[in-house]
């Protein structure tokens, strides 16, 4: 018996002694290896967010996930409303919500938001933390500070003009700086948390399990938790995950693999999926040295690859991508490259490039064995292995644990700890523009600011990138991240491969979730049938 089936044991007869007929219980297994950080600011990539962002702590904005039809938006969260100043847009105003409580009883004011700022921007502030920094100044680079205008009002400064913060500012989770003093240190807060989101923290094991229970005092009437508990457990492989569903030891899991589909509709499983902003790719290295930073060479792998077969591995549960969102969506644009399965071509190119039958192009990929959004990563750049070698690519693995590729997405094609890897397999949402292409193209996001790993440094990327970021008004901004993405695509700067619908399998007796078209979900309309 594994370890997490041998933990997952001991503690069901544990679990269910303490609170059986006491209290609902919703149990998940996830894909991460460990609980993602609870310090406020999660690591292991969005599951992290997912799981331990959301649930027990808030930001000043977030996503509605309300709707299984409609794309999601940027809602109020602890701000109610929020402007840019007109005279000078690198300010931004926010307006707080009055009466939000942290878990402790302690104001959600503009000193805590405040703080929260501080811990991540301000390096002679007393709770700065670096290991927070990396998981949050990446996901808004733009913003330098944060200065209270009176107990509900907070002025938000960037360091350029950027119709993005607000977007960005959803990854900012508002811990209570009540909690934080007792111990003054993030380490010792993050076995206790304290935020103000719907959920309260119970107990934590490392990479075993978190338990969190329903804040009955959240702010939003509408969202206060319709189950008791929730007990998150680490999963990566994906058959223990399914042994674990239909043996009644969860009651949820992330990321179901396709050859299961059949066996857990046969035993009353319920299989939920939902197209949304999610793409599975590599990105690829432009180090001048490496082979990738050919556009012939990273063309030619485009379109050496069989999408289809690839969705056909993984049960019909995703879609070819042409490129980081599909044909028809608002940012799409009009790109040259058509992005399709031709080895034909491929040979072509890579005979322009200098290669052929004696001479192969050799790359390195960077994987992962499992991880949030990186669906079935082992089988699937198997496939891709296969089918590359059939036009005269050879692929080798650097094979890592998600938690130390996602660390090493950070760091760089350049770094040594990168392995002389000419790509990264990281899957990335793309619901919104900083997240879908600004981090990627743009000269200024390379390690340490954000996750340019390929060092791409383009003066047109850059220059389209900042045409999109200061656009304030809808369609403009569209129209120019629509130009943005024309040239990921025609540059192939991503081996786009497919995009995810996220398949979940859920227990029977799980009811009222519904899955946005969002990578993030809500837990609080579940009920335990």
Same mark, same amino acid.
């Given at each position: 018996?594994?370890?997490?089936? !041998? ?36 690591? $292991?990539?969005?599951?992290? #967010? ?43 105003? +926010?307006? =707080? ?16 938001? @405040? ?29 330098? &500070? ?9 002025? @938000? ?15 900012? +989770?508002?811990? $209570? ?11 010792? +807060? ?51 995950? @399914?042994?674990?569903? =239909? ?10 693999? &396709? ?25 690829? $290295? ?20 069989? !999408? ?14 042409? &490129? ?56 699937? #750049? ?16 650097? @094979?890592?644990?998600?938690?130390? =590729? ?11 700890? $990168? ?24 000269? !200024? ?15 047109? +990327? ?60 809500? =837990? ?6």
């Amino acid at each position: 018996m594994s370890i997490t089936l !041998r933990a997952l044991a001991a503690f069901g007869l544990a679990f269910a002694c303490a609170t059986a007929g006491a209290q609902s219980v919703l149990r998940i297994g996830m894909t991460a290896a460990d609980i993602p950080a609870t310090t406020s600011q999660p690591d $292991s990539g969005f599951e992290g #967010n997912r799981f331990t962002g959301i649930t027990l702590f808030d930001g000043l904005t977030q996503w509605d996930l309300s709707s299984a039809d409609k794309p999601s938006v940027i809602v109020p969260g602890l701000a109610t409303e929020w402007a840019a100043d007109a005279k000078d847009r690198t300010k931004w105003i +926010f307006k =707080l919500r009055k009466g939000a409580k942290f878990h402790d009883g302690s104001d959600v004011n503009a000193d805590a938001i @405040v703080f929260n700022f501080e811990k991540v921007l301000k390096k002679d502030a007393p709770h700065y933390d670096a290991r927070l920094v990396a998981q949050t100044t990446p996901r808004m680079p733009t913003v330098t &500070g944060a200065r209270k205008i009176d107990d509900y009002t907070v002025e @938000v400064q960037t360091s350029e003009p950027d119709s993005f913060v607000p977007i960005n500012l959803s990854n900012l +989770f508002i811990a $209570s700086p009540t909690a934080w003093a007792k111990t003054k240190s993030w380490a010792e +807060f993050a076995k206790a948390p304290v935020g103000s989101g719907p959920w309260k923290f119970v107990r934590l094991v490392p990479r075993e399990r978190l338990e969190m229970e329903k804040y009955a005092g959240y702010w939003d009437a509408k969202r206060v938790p319709k189950t008791d508990r929730v007990v998150l457990i680490p999963m990566p492989d994906s058959s223990t995950r @399914v042994n674990a569903l =239909l043996s009644g030891q969860v009651d949820w899991i992330e990321a179901a693999p &396709g050859d299961s589909i059949a066996q857990l509709k046969s035993r009353g499983m319920q299989i939920t999926s939902n197209p949304y902003p999610h793409t599975w790719p590599w990105q690829f $290295s432009f180090v001048p040295e490496h082979p990738t930073a050919d556009v012939r060479v990273r063309q030619a792998m485009n379109l050496a690859i069989d !999408r289809d077969a690839i969705v056909a591995l993984l049960g019909g549960f995703a879609a070819p991508a042409k &490129g980081a969102v599909p044909p028809g969506h608002p940012w799409w644009g009009n790109p040259k490259f058509d992005i399709k399965y031709d080895p034909a071509a491929a040979r072509k190119l890579l005979a322009e490039a200098g290669y052929g039958p004696g001479k192969p192009v050799k790359v390195k990929v960077q994987i992962s064995q499992s991880g949030s959004g990186q669906m079935l990563p082992l089988p699937m #750049n198997e496939l891709i292995q296969q089918q590359m070698k059939a036009v005269g690519i050879e692929i080798e693995f650097d @094979v890592l644990v998600w938690e130390a =590729l996602f660390n090493n997405w950070r760091i760089g094609a350049k770094d040594p700890k $990168s392995n002389g890897a000419h790509a990264i397999n990281v899957s990335f949402a793309t619901q919104d523009p900083f997240f879908a292409f600004a981090r990627f193209y743009d000269s !200024r996001m390379v390690s340490p600011r954000s996750v340019n790993w390929g060092w791409i440094q383009d003066p047109e +990327f850059d220059k389209l990138v900042a045409a999109s970021r200061s656009s304030f008004e809808a369609k403009e901004r569209d129209a120019a991240l629509g130009r943005l993405h024309a040239r990921a695509v025609e540059q192939a700067a991503f081996l786009f491969v497919v995009h995810d619908t996220g398949p979940r399998a859920l227990s029977p007796k799980v009811q009222g979730f519904v899955q946005a078209k969002n990578w993030f979900q809500d =837990l609080t309309p579940i009920s335990m049938k």
